[in-house]
């Protein structure tokens, strides 16, 4: 199929990176076009900047450079020519370093070194180092059965004991992924510690012997290099992470890309030839291969009636609606330093965390007088239950969800003072649910588009991973997938 046409569904940052390594693939892949519903590029990758100089981030604020995926996106960068507007966050900074849960009307500092992992810190009850130690000598998995899945919450009660389990990897679970760690898949969510107690019966155990995989490509890379010599513990860029997609989509134009925008799929068919039509708003194109980034739920009504299997497991792939609110406060008002503090489920159902936003990148301030940047997450699996059965009209919403955040800040962190900024960006089904048995409706989505001969690729937050890292990272798979198997 030498010199194929392929379509690519979605303008994320999923949908723009297989763009980008489908348009790298040389005589391989004559034509690339991409598809987006809405009028600009980026997904839930946004940024904005106020008339002051003070940049929001509205989805995801930074990126962390660790391992393969974080130095292929790091090659990413280096490609696009964004080495200069890189901002590091060394692992040595009082923003990577501190780190907070809010539990019992308190703000609470996580063990961040050797001395205070020996050292009793509330809200734990003994050492951190006393649940590590005592961790693999603990027998099997999340539920003592060793099965094929189980819950982060499964895994952690189990394992590290309850009090790890409530106020360690809750909290994470809901920062990550905005979602309840009792449902939440082990095995899809911390592949990495599935694989140390299936492997090797520990976490701790598994942790120190397994090796992260590297490619010499990567690891030759300046910006790599420069990272690791430089402990990185995360990045941003200059103007905002907007910028990421953005200079994807100029690439990709430079490149002869078709960028069709306001673009919604309607429809697609697969035909005898072993092509594809994706009818979409204002036409219809015939191409050789089809790479979905779009929501699981979102692709499964478009797809062909007789792929009922398919159209099935993919409905299955739910995910949860986030509310950013940035907030911007005159002066420094923080009473820590840090990169921010989340909340366990049992403390506060919608208020997830709050990120220190003018620790994290000062270099994102207003430029005239000193401020905070705050900004209050809220919702993930808690939204339903606490907003979606208010009935409110946009406008109320934003009101409502404003001063549940600014409510927080006052609660949690002692800011009395009335922000002299508010955005809220309503982020609807941003996140998707990697829930326990994710994994089965994985193999079953595989087994159908290959039994079935598909020319079909599907990549994106629905399915491996839900970090900018991950989803650029598994774009470069899919397309390499496909040039192996199929071009």
């Known amino acids: 199929m030498g010199g194929a046409t392929i379509a690519v569904l979605g303008g994320g940052i999923s949908g723009l990176a297989s763009a980008y390594y489908a348009a790298r693939a040389g005589g391989a892949v004559k034509k690339v076009v991409l598809l987006e519903a809405g009028p600009v590029l980026g997904g839930w990758v946004r940024s904005s900047r106020s008339p002051q100089g003070a940049v929001s981030e509205l989805g995801p604020r930074s990126v962390r450079p660790n391992g393969l995926v974080g130095g292929n996106t790091l090659c990413l960068l280096s490609d696009l020519g964004l080495s200069d507007s890189v901002l590091p966050v060394t692992r040595a ?96 969510c911390f592949p990495a510690l599935y694989r140390a107690v299936a492997l090797h019966g520990s976490i701790v155990g598994g942790s120190l012997l397994s090796r992260e995989p590297d490619d010499p490509a990567v690891s030759s890379n300046e910006l790599v290099r420069r990272s690791r010599q430089e402990r990185w513990a ?57 790479i979905s980034t779009l929501p699981a739920k979102a692709l499964s009504p478009l797809l062909p009636a007789d792929l009922s299997v398919l159209r099935e497991d993919l409905s299955r792939i739910r995910s949860v609606t986030v509310a950013v609110v940035n907030l911007e406060y005159p002066g420094s008002v923080l009473p820590v330093q840090g990169f921010g503090h989340l909340l366990p489920s049992s403390e506060s159902g919608p208020v997830l965390g709050v990120v220190y936003d003018s620790m994290l990148f000062p270099q994102h301030n207003r430029r005239d007088v000193e401020s905070t940047r705050l900004t209050v997450m809220l919702g993930g699996a808690w939204y339903e239950e606490a907003y979606g059965g208010l009935g409110a009209g946009e406008g109320e919403m934003e009101s409502l969800l404003a001063d549940a955040a600014e409510g927080a800040v006052r609660t949690q962190l002692g800011v009395d003072v009335r922000p002299t900024r508010t955005s809220v960006s309503l982020n609807q089904d941003c996140i998707p649910q990697y829930e326990v048995g994710h994994w089965k409706i994985m193999e079953r989505i595989a087994l159908e588009v290959g039994s079935r001969r598909l020319p079909l690729s599907l990549t994106g937050a629905s399915f491996n991973g839900v970090s900018i890292n991950d989803c650029v990272y598994n774009a470069g798979s899919a397309v390499a997938t496909l040039l192996r198997t199929h071009v």
């Open 234 to 290: 995360m990045w941003s860029l200059r103007e905002g992470m907007g910028t990421l997609p953005n200079a994807l989509g100029a690439f990709l134009e430079g490149r002869g890309v078709e960028l069709l925008t306001n673009a919604a799929v309607r429809r697609i068919d697969f035909t005898g030839d072993r092509k594809a039509t994706v009818e979409f708003d204002g036409d219809t194109i015939t191409v050789d291969h089809i």
């Open 93 to 188: 900074s009082p923003a990577a370093k501190n780190r907070f849960v809010f539990t019992g009307g308190t703000l609470h500092t996580l063990p961040n070194s050797l001395w205070t992992a020996l050292s009793r810190r509330p809200p734990f009850s003994r050492p951190l180092a006393w649940h590590v130690l005592r961790e693999p000598f603990v027998r099997g998995g999340g539920d003592g059965s060793g099965g094929d899945d189980f819950s982060v919450d499964a895994l952690a009660r189990h394992r590290l004991g309850d009090e790890l389990a409530d106020w360690l990897l809750d909290p994470l679970c809901r920062g990550v992924f905005a979602g309840d760690s009792r449902r939440l898949s082990v095995r899809c």
